[in-house]
């Protein structure tokens, strides 16, 4: 595995349920990550930017601290936010619009332009084998005023996402497996798959440019579920004393998803509206909406 981007830890940030956990780093919540989407036009503008985490995490977390410090800015960014998109089919994901990014260095966040697709992860020929890694919160060495992302390493397990159990939506999720541990904290956390420089299928050795894309969101461990032994036979318990363990298998809702969400409606007349203002030809002459 190669050295990672700096910039990708700075668009991390970490998600509290109240202010207070969010100003000391206090324990519990997950993790989201900063979104940017380009100025429309016509005419030159900045990014809008947005908070993307897992819709179990938007459900129960309102403050979201952002990594730091970040270069122009005096202070780590808290942000608050109350209103939510979530993906229409009921997928674990949930998105928030920030506002428009002028004050807000461009390698403090990811561009959508680099988000995987079907297509690009046809094209580019990725597989089982390639590296993954994904960056967010250890619960336990997060604490304090700052936000220290942590990187966890695996391997893309399956060659096509497959539909798996969220316990948490109630439905079979699309999903990347991805042989990479992980546990709770973890969720929301942005997972970037890395090309191999080299594709050894389906005849031989064949080289590949080296690049990365983002693979999507962790939502998730798969469980394993082991029988308990009954301590005077050594024998298992009945079938139903079962404990839940982690498999190391992890479970990646597919960026083309996150880009659903981006692209809502309601998402897009946001951003139409709030580039209006930054023209001054929204009628109502507000002041269009911005993250500084």
């Not at 966040?109 to 697709?117: E, V």
């Not at 690009?120 to 220290?148: C, H, Q, S, W």
């Not at 999903?175 to 191999?196: D, K, L, R, T």
């Not at 659903?260 to 709030?274: I, K, P, Q, S, T």
Request: with cysteine; proline share 10%; glycine share 10%.
């Amino acid at each position: 595995m190669p050295r990672i981007y700096d910039a990708h830890l700075k668009a991390v940030v970490f998600a509290y349920e109240a202010e207070a956990d969010a100003l000391t780093g206090a324990r519990g919540g997950g993790t989201g990550f900063l979104v940017g989407t380009p100025f429309v036009g016509p005419g030159p503008g900045p990014d809008h930017l947005h908070i993307v985490t897992n819709e179990h995490v938007a459900r129960t977390c309102s403050f979201f601290r952002g990594s730091g410090p970040i270069p122009g800015l005096v202070r780590v960014p808290i942000y608050h936010v109350n209103d939510w998109t979530a993906h229409p089919a009921g997928d674990d994901v949930s998105v928030a619009y920030l506002g428009l990014a002028p004050d807000v260095p461009a390698l403090a966040y990811q561009n959508i332009r680099d988000f995987l697709t079907p297509e690009r992860y046809k094209e580019e020929r990725l597989g089982p084998g390639d590296e993954v890694y994904m960056i967010g919160r250890f619960i336990g060495l997060d604490e304090g005023a700052e936000n220290t992302p942590t990187v966890r390493f695996g391997t893309l397990a399956m060659p096509d996402p497959v539909r798996v159990p969220n316990k948490y939506r109630g439905l079979d999720q699309l999903s990347f497996i991805v042989e990479m541990h992980s546990q709770s904290g973890y969720s929301g956390s942005p997972a970037y798959i890395v090309a191999s420089r080299m594709e050894f299928a389906p005849a031989k050795p064949t080289p590949r440019p080296h690049y990365e894309r983002l693979l999507g969101i962790t939502w998730g461990h798969y469980p394993r579920f082991l029988q308990l032994l009954d301590p005077e036979t050594g024998f298992p318990k009945d079938e139903q004393w079962v404990i839940a363990d982690n498999s190391g298998m992890d479970a990646v809702v597919p960026a083309w998803t996150i880009r659903e969400v981006l692209m809502d409606d309601g998402l897009v007349h946001a951003r139409e509206r709030n580039e209006q203002r930054w023209r001054g030809t929204d009628p109502d002459g507000v002041v269009p909406d911005a993250v500084s």
